[in-house]
């Protein structure tokens, strides 16, 4: 049999994936196979959390640095304003968008999961007559991804105790968003990962500092025995001053309180040395790190010495420009994707005319295109972002 030119390629691709698979080649196996997840632990480091329940108890609940990061960026998301164009009916997709759904607002909720845990899921409940009528994300550490041979998601399982909940990934019931992992098909990399050792660092200078408080703010001396006759102390006289000296020369409480000494016994006051008061410096260190991590310039956190900004306001434009309109970007970029089932044509994104930090340039910007007489009506509109 002799086949056209235009069809050889193609039988000879059909006979080289039946070699490889034993089967046809189908539309299906154009799809390259996918690793299945390797999961969401990590390998803890000596004494940093590896689980991500607990990185995120020590860094967003315990560690001051790390909440305030995480609050300027998530509440910013979820405070900018945002534009829908593509619909028709564009208010009913803002009420649902912008809908504080069981108490949380979406915008900041899903910021905070993909800053935390790298994915975000946003639940599709449709309403009475069929259209979404309400967003709910949910809670990235309770969702698993449930892939098939190939690894491609076929499911997403929600798992609340015993309770397990079976979501289908057709069908537009749950759409997922996730930062880059460049190691995972299926997972996001957050960045309390990341700031684990800065975290840690961090946490253990400041139950440092609490120990030198209630040590009387200063390091321990050495009590010595130097009796005339070179005796040693008995066990129960060892215990007898040890226990004295706790009770009522110990913590902040009895700071300065003159300490009466029996025959034999001095005090010798020990201090640290310039070594050992490195860890203030470690603290701030990984305090920036910290900040560095949630993409917060460390002068907007309050921390000394970071002078990279020539002031507050250009480290407020960074931090808008750098952290927090990406991240608006990428999940109004999700929600539009994942509600294109109902409206095709759906656009959604900030509104960067409301941004305050960003005032100067889009003012400057609106100056520089109402000047240019050589271009349209629509092409200014189009330069400025309106549609």
């Known amino acids: 049999m002799i086949l056209p030119p235009d069809r050889r390629e193609d ?11 034993g089967t046809k080649a189908t539309r299906q196996s154009a799809r390259p196979v996918l690793a299945r997840a390797w999961g969401a632990g990590g390998v803890a480091l000596g004494e940093w959390p590896a689980s991500y329940e607990a990185q995120v ?3 967003a609940m315990q560690n001051p640095v790390a909440q305030r990061a995480l609050r300027l960026v998530s509440e910013g998301a979820g405070g900018t304003a945002l534009s829908v164009a593509g619909v028709e009916d564009a208010a009913r997709v803002m009420r649902l968008v912008t809908h504080c759904s069981a108490g949380q607002g979406l915008v900041e909720t ?33 969702v698993s991804v449930e892939a098939d041979a190939r690894g491609w998601p076929v499911a997403y399982l929600y798992r609340v105790g015993d309770s397990v909940t ?9 759409v997922h968003l996730k930062a880059l992992h460049p ?30 408080l209630d040590n009387a703010a200063r390091p321990s001396g050495a009590m010595v025995y130097e009796p005339g006759d070179g005796s040693v102390m008995s066990p129960e006289q060892f215990e007898r001053v040890k226990r004295e000296m706790e009770i009522a020369f110990s913590g902040a409480a009895n700071a300065g309180r003159p300490m009466l000494l029996e025959g034999g016994l001095d005090w010798k006051a020990m201090s640290l040395t310039p070594a050992e008061m490195d860890f203030v410096g470690l603290k701030a260190a ?3 790190e910290i900040a560095l991590a949630f993409g917060v310039p460390p002068m907007l956190m309050g921390l000394p010495g970071d002078n ?32 294109r089932g109902w409206w095709p044509d759906l656009c959604l994104g900030a509104d960067m005319d409301a941004v305050p930090a960003l005032f100067e340039e889009r003012s400057a910007l609106w100056e520089r295109v109402a000047a240019a007489d050589f271009l349209s009506a629509e092409e200014k509109r189009a330069m400025l972002g309106i549609v």
């Open 308 to 339: 990279s900004y020539a002031n507050y306001r250009e480290a407020n434009r960074a931090l808008w420009r750098q952290t927090i309109l990406p991240l608006v970007a990428k999940i109004c970029g999700g929600i539009a994707q994942g509600l």
């Open 11 to 21: 039988f000879l691709w059909a006979g080289f994936f039946m070699k490889l698979f």
């Open 183 to 212: 190691l995972d098909d299926h997972y996001g990399l957050g960045c309390v990962g990341a700031a684990a050792g800065a975290v840690a660092i961090h946490n253990a200078a400041t139950v440092w500092n609490k120990a030198l």
């Open 57 to 59: 108890r020590a860094g």
């Open 166 to 174: 079976r979501i289908p990934a057709e069908g537009g019931g749950i």
């Open 110 to 142: 899903l910021a905070c999961h993909l800053l935390l845990h790298g994915n975000a899921y946003v639940q599709v409940l449709a309403g009475a007559d069929g259209v979404p009528g309400e967003l709910y994300a949910l809670r990235p550490e309770r």
């Open 286 to 288: 990984a305090a920036r």
